[in-house]
Nanobody, 125 residues
Framework: QVQLVEAGGGLVQPGGSLRLSCAASGRIRSINRMGWYRQVPGKQRELVAAISSGGSTNYGDSVKGRFTISRDNAKNTVYLQMSSLKPEDTAVYYC???????????????????WGQGTQVTVSS
């Protein structure tokens, strides 16, 4: 199967920066769209940023100009560089990917909405 493993969360002061990473592993054939979402208790999960396999990006309105998403296709990894962090950025950040992978022998399967386990980001003084 496929695993998405996030790293890089933690505690940071307002105005600070953090870099999240999400590495996909398994018998991967290709990864289409990759993205980051975040969720706080009692609220719906929201899009932070997404990037296509070709590098096209889109961002949630609240993070435009502060966050940058990028990916390394050779490493099946997506990154989220977060700058000028605010307390309202505090959330659990989840990696999401549209993955085509081998199942069994060479049978191709697609997991269009595959999630990582999440990493906590806390912005506080």
């Amino acid at each position: 199967q496929v695993q998405l493993v996030e790293a890089g969360g933690g505690l940071v002061q307002p105005g600070g920066s953090l870099r999240l990473s999400c590495a996909a592993s398994g018998r991967i054939r290709s990864i289409n769209r990759m993205g980051w979402y975040r969720q706080v208790p009692g609220k719906q999960r929201e899009l932070v940023a997404a990037i296509s396999s070709g590098g096209s990006t889109n961002y949630g309105d609240s993070v435009k100009g502060r966050f940058t998403i990028s990916r390394d296709n050779a490493k099946n990894t997506v990154y989220l560089q977060m700058s000028s962090l605010k307390p309202e950025d505090t959330a659990v950040y989840y990696c999401n990917a549209d993955v085509v992978y081998y199942s069994g022998g060479y049978n191709l399967q697609r997991a269009p909405d595959h999630w990582g386990q999440g990493t906590q980001v806390t912005v506080s003084s």
